[in-house]
């Protein structure tokens, strides 16, 4: 814990450091063991991000790792929904801000029409474009899932979906394929009967671990409490997760989430046989 303090310090005692920090400090965090040293260092980083998010109002780097981080902690480390909700808000907030700062175009088609959003994708957007709309794309993905008991928030996923689809038809393997667990989550959020893809979904798993060569156990896990648990197949369900507990988690830029996927893996395991029955 000390160390990693240590690390925000320094980084801040040298004026050359901190135009890196956010991409540096994040890199770090992601190849973390430890994900009880990233629960109790990420606060301290989230109050940094503010303050140089106050001094720097309109640095798109500062906002979009304020997106990220505040994204993350919602999804991952906040104690309840309330505050998961408060976390996904200044996530989104930050993300729309780095948007709008990027192109104000941008910030425009994203309250407008879906056939106006993907038109513009299409037409006026390449791969120089991936980092920011991906970005709010993910940090959207979140604000909806912790509001997800509110039907209004539910019914901006199609956006969602048409950002991560532009993403990935120009870099399938982007963000270590973490774009195509997006997918296969979008994909599977309901059953067939209700309109949900989760075949399609599977295929975006799939592609994910094709992509990473399995080293990305997040999207085993999620292929399994997703897809399998869905479509009620306990063999698969089970396959995967023991693959993810028996998996060394070390890997650049996925080894802090491998080592969450694993915890994930061993409560979704132990849960198996009452699902299933």
């Not at 798993?205 to 997040?218: D, I, P």
């Not at 507990?245 to 996925?254: F, I, N, V």
Request: charged fraction near 25%.
């Amino acid at each position: 814990m000390k160390a990693f303090l240590s690390l925000i310090a320094v980084s801040l005692l040298t004026a050359c450091s901190v135009g890196h920090l956010p991409n540096n400090l994040s890199r770090s965090m992601m190849n973390q063991d430890s994900p009880e040293v990233v629960a109790a260092g990420a606060p301290a980083y989230l109050l940094l991000l503010d303050a140089l998010i106050l001094t720097y109002p309109d640095d798109e780097d500062y906002l979009l790792a304020g997106a990220r981080l505040y994204g993350a902690y919602a999804g991952v480390f906040s104690r309840d929904p309330e505050q998961a909700k408060l976390m996904a808000d200044k996530a989104m907030n930050y993300a729309r801000r780095a948007l709008c700062e990027y192109d104000s175009d941008a910030c425009e088609l994203v309250d407008g029409p879906l056939d106006d959003l993907q038109v513009a994708l299409r037409d006026d957007y390449d791969e120089d474009d991936l980092d920011v709309w991906y970005a709010f794309a993910a940090a959207w993905a979140g604000w909806i899932q912790a509001n997800s008991d509110d039907w209004n928030a539910i019914a901006q996923i199609s956006k969602v979906k048409a950002l991560m689809h532009w993403v990935a038809d120009y870099d399938p393997a982007y963000d270590n394929a973490t774009v195509q667990v997006y997918l296969g989550v979008l994909q599977t959020q309901l059953p067939p009967t209700l309109g949900g893809k989760p075949e399609v979904g599977r295929q975006h798993f799939e592609q994910a671990l094709q992509l990473t060569e399995g080293r990305h156990l997040m999207a085993k896990v999620l292929y399994a409490k997703q897809y399998a648990r869905l479509m009620f197949k306990q063999d698969l369900h089970d396959r995967l997760l023991r693959e993810v507990t028996a998996a060394d988690p070390k890997a650049e830029g996925l080894t802090l989430i491998n080592r969450l996927a694993q915890r994930q893996a061993e409560q979704l395991l132990a849960s198996s046989a009452d699902y299933f029955e």
